[in-house]
Nanobody
Framework: QVQLVESGGGSVQAGGSLRLSCAAS?????MAWFREAPGKEREAVAA????????SYAETVKGRFTMSRDNALNTAYLQMNALTPDDTGRYYC????????????????WGQGTQVTVSS
């Protein structure tokens, strides 16, 4: 069983930045970030393969969010810039990819999430 622990969430004003971290208990090939806003389905934000440097992003965050990984620490990061109220939600780390990177059902392991609130 892989343990994933997210951190770094908080409250910021629109235009601000946050950096999320996800520490995994073991090395995982794929790690991803999802988010879930109140009343909405959990959606993919970004995903990255351990051995390459080309993360995939949802269209809504391209150019604003950057995902990176520190393989020595088994940790993934999500740098979020130019935040808007639409980015508000609980952000989850996922690992253990079994299918398409942007599908919730494609991941075996999930963290508990960290809350991000962006005010206007």
């Amino acid at each position: 069983q892989v343990q994933l622990v997210e951190s770094g969430g908080g409250s910021v004003q629109a235009g601000g930045s946050l950096r999320l971290s996800c520490a995994a208990s073991s090395s995982e090939f794929w790690m991803a970030w999802f988010r879930e806003a109140p009343g909405k389905e959990r959606e993919a934000v970004a995903a990255a393969f351990r051995d390459t440097g080309n993360p995939s992003y949802a269209e809504t965050v391209k150019g604003r969010f950057t995902m990176s990984r520190d393989n020595a620490l088994n940790t993934a990061y999500l740098q979020m810039n130019a935040l808007t109220p639409d980015d508000t939600g609980r952000y989850y780390c996922a690992a253990g990819l079994l299918g398409p990177w942007n599908e919730r059902e494609g991941y075996k392991y999930w963290g508990q999430g960290t809350q991000v609130t962006v005010s206007s």
